[in-house]
Structures are given as C-alpha cells and as structure tokens.
C-alpha cells in the first residue's frame, strides 16, 4: 500500500484515552492523526470528513456496550481495537476488527498494529492468542504440508511489509531464492497473494503481528 501520509481516526468514549492514543501515535513519521470521536459519534459522517486509513478504536472497560457499535463499522474503515482483557477479544475479532492489542500497549506495539492493519493485514496481542483459539478453529486448513523454518523466516518478514529485496538482504539471500520460498509458502497455505497467506498464517497461529 502507498501512500504519502497514514491517516488515523481514533474512537474512544473517554477524552483521555483519545488524547494518549492520539499522543502515541502522532510523533510516528508519516503519520497524522486526523480526528477523535467518541464512540456513540456518527461514524458514517467522520469518515466522510476525515476520510481516514485506519481507525484506532478503544473499546474501554465495558466492551460489551461497545462491540456492537464496531460491529456496525465493519467494512467501512480498518480498525485496530483495544481492550481491557482477553474477555472479550473474540467477539471483537468476529465484530470485523483486523487489529485486536490491549489497553495497555505501548507505543511500538500500537504502531506495529496499525502498520500491519493499514497493508491490509492482521495483527493481534500475543496475551490473546488463546482467547482468539476458537476464532482460528473456523479459519482456513492447516498448511498442506509444513512449513520449513526459512519459509517461517520470509513469511514473517512478508508481514512486516518487507519487499522481496529487502527480505534477500535481511535474510542474506538472493532475491531468486526470496521468491522461491515465497511461491512454496503460498502453494502451502493456499493463498493467491502475500497479503491472503499472512492472514491466513495469523489465523491459524504460525505468526504473531
């Protein structure tokens, strides 16, 4: 995904939440955060006129009063939400949220988010993982047949974004070799793209975002 400036909604009830997100998030480079809005916002309206790249949605203490309304969202935005506990982390992830960290993440953990979000792909809390088990349960087979360690090596490098030469140099690679392994892992998780495979590797827990 190109683009010149990463534009950034945050949703969240509290102004205080609000303001940290948005403090966390504005000194990244190439970021802007171009609106907060509280969760009971017109949503349809706010991105009419903020027309953002990514939602940072923080679900609060009671996710329950809110899921529903992130729900009603999907489709229109990519978001990353945040919650309070593992409670409720599954149905957020069913509600349409591609990003799913705790409350309590830091700075570079919300940036990792929102990074993989904005190129389409998933990112969620390790913390979660077990919550997210039976999520995963209905996702896509497992991998026809294994994949070898440097297949993990460039499938978590393809997350990251990393083109096919930065992948052969960080891995001390050639570029052939890059796009062998990456050809083998599409063919083994059955996906037509890069983006297709890496969801479908978070999905059924081979990589953390």
Do not use: C
């Amino acid at each position: 995904m190109a683009m010149d400036v990463l534009r950034i909604l945050i949703v969240a009830d509290d102004p205080l939440a609000r303001a940290g997100l948005a403090t966390l998030l504005a000194d990244h480079p190439g970021w802007s955060v171009v609106g907060r809005i509280a969760v009971d916002a017109d949503l349809p309206a706010a991105l009419e006129v903020y027309s953002p790249d990514v939602g940072v949605w923080d679900l609060g203490w009671n996710p329950a009063q809110t899921v529903e309304r992130l729900a009603a969202a999907r489709g229109m935005v990519p978001i990353v939400a945040l919650l309070p506990d593992e409670t409720h982390a599954a149905v957020a992830w069913t509600a349409g949220a591609q990003g799913l960290l705790l409350r309590d993440a830091d700075a570079e953990r919300l940036a990792a988010a929102v990074t993989a979000v904005a190129h389409g792909l998933t990112a969620f809390d390790p913390a979660l993982v077990a919550a997210l088990a039976p999520v995963r349960e209905q996702s896509p087979l497992p991998p026809l047949e294994a994949l070898t360690p440097r297949e993990l090596e460039v499938l978590r490098l393809l997350a990251e974004g990393l083109s096919n030469k930065a992948i052969a140099r960080r891995l001390g690679i050639s570029e052939h070799t890059v796009k062998f392994h990456t050809n083998a892992i599409l063919g083994k998780l059955g996906a037509q793209s890069r983006t297709e495979a890496v969801v479908r590797a978070t999905r059924l827990g081979l990589i953390l975002l």
